[in-house]
């Protein structure tokens, strides 16, 4: 009997330790995703800050433009939508996420603008 018990006991203990430790690994993915999408957010800030630089320098250059990064890659289209607004088409990749922005400047009075941000 008393063997019965130690055995109960020490299934029960089993389960909870083994539960504990599936919980710790979901919150590790979990926080790593989170981590991981911070990164991607800085990919894009990177890239919107490369694009504007390369308007104020080149406002006619419409190309596309890929910049590989040590830590992903950032691809931007240029394109135009009018004789002073540019539309900015983004796509940054890290591991195996990816995040899509699209933005319209104005370059008209030779000031680089923002005037919509589509997230």
Known sequence: MALLV???LSSAALVMTLNASL???RELSSSQLSNDGGKLG???DGCLEEVLL???LE???LSQITLPLA???CIIDLSASGPSTRVVDMLAEFG???RQREIFVDLS???VKITDLVL
Do not use: A, E, H, K
Request: zero cysteines; proline letters at 4%.
């Open 6 to 8: 130690v055995l109960l």
């Open 59 to 61: 406002p006619d250059n």
């Open 109 to 111: 009075g030779g000031v």
């Open 23 to 25: 919980l710790g690994l």
């Open 42 to 44: 800085s990919i894009l």
């Open 96 to 98: 195996n996420l990816s």
């Open 71 to 73: 830590t992903g890659s």
């Open 54 to 56: 390369r308007l104020r």
